[in-house]
């Protein structure tokens, strides 16, 4: 399983901004996708979660309200779609698959490289 992610960039606080996790070589048992993100000199931390069927998601408090995470299944592709950005969500965003739902939130089997999302104020 690759996992790649792409579309991070540099905005302003209160843009929009989407990230794309394209994943290769899927298998079927992997059924739940995550994304996390590190920020410099913090551990990492989880963020969104999702399963292939798009029926159940799960967001860490700070972005409720503000992130969507889907799921494209046809082009087997995961998006993260951030509103209303703020300077602390700057960090490098990870998407990290899962074959249970507990593995995605706390400790995903499949991590891709990551993408830089920077919030100037």
């Known amino acids: 399983v690759q996992l790649q992610a792409s579309g991070g960039g540099l905005v302003q606080a209160g843009d929009s901004l989407r990230i794309s996790c394209a994943v290769s070589g899927r298998i079927s048992s992997l059924n739940n996708m995550g994304w996390f993100r590190q920020a410099p000199g913090k551990e990492r931390e989880f963020v969104a979660a999702?399963?292939?069927?798009?029926?159940?998601?799960y967001y860490t408090d700070s972005v409720k309200g503000r992130f969507t995470i889907s799921v494209d299944n046809a082009e087997s592709t995961v998006y993260l779609q951030m509103n209303s950005l703020k300077p602390e969500d700057t960090a490098v965003y990870y998407c990290?698959?899962?074959?249970?739902?507990?593995?995605?939130?706390?400790?995903?089997?499949?991590w891709g490289r990551g993408t830089q999302v920077t919030v100037s104020s």
């Open positions: 990290a698959a899962a074959s249970d739902w507990v593995a995605i939130v706390n400790s995903p089997h499949y």
């Open positions: 999702i399963n292939w069927s798009g029926t159940s998601m």
